[in-house]
């Protein structure tokens, strides 16, 4: 099984703190153990390592880099990704959805990945299977 890793899957599993710390842990560690094909985008790489610089620390960027990124292969977003997803963010009208929302979702459509290891309620708006299962 191939799941795209988002920033909110990431994000919780480094801060103890978040609300979903507890679920990303269990999550992570039954990927692992299944031997999930784990991906992420470059722009999702981005974005987590500001989320945790600026809410944490850089000692908290230094444990993703070392004990979370290594299991994880990084899809680098090219030109047309970008562009087919920044068109998707203009048409949607919608505040709250992402950039790097619509990036992951455009990458997953063209690699054929129908999971997301999240707790971003977009990916199952856009008909993504999500896990763990809300």
């Not at 909110?8 to 703190?17: C, K, Q």
């Not at 920044?86 to 459509?109: I, K």
């Amino acid at each position: 099984m191939t799941v795209l890793v988002d920033t909110s899957a990431f994000y919780a599993l480094i801060d103890a703190d978040d609300k979903w710390h507890d679920n990303a842990f269990a999550g992570w560690k039954k990927l692992l153990e299944e031997r999930a094909a784990l991906q992420t985008t470059s722009y999702v790489l981005v974005e987590t390592v500001s989320l945790l610089q600026n809410r944490i620390g850089l000692d908290a960027v230094r444990t993703f880099a070392a004990d979370v990124l290594p299991a994880v292969e990084v899809m680098w977003v090219d030109d047309a990704a970008h562009a087919a997803a920044f068109h998707a963010l203009l048409v949607s009208g919608r505040r709250h959805l992402s950039l790097v929302d619509c990036v992951s979702f455009e990458v997953m459509l063209r690699a054929g990945i129908d999971t997301g290891f999240t707790f971003d309620p977009h990916f199952a708006e856009q008909g993504f299977r999500v896990i763990p299962a809300a």
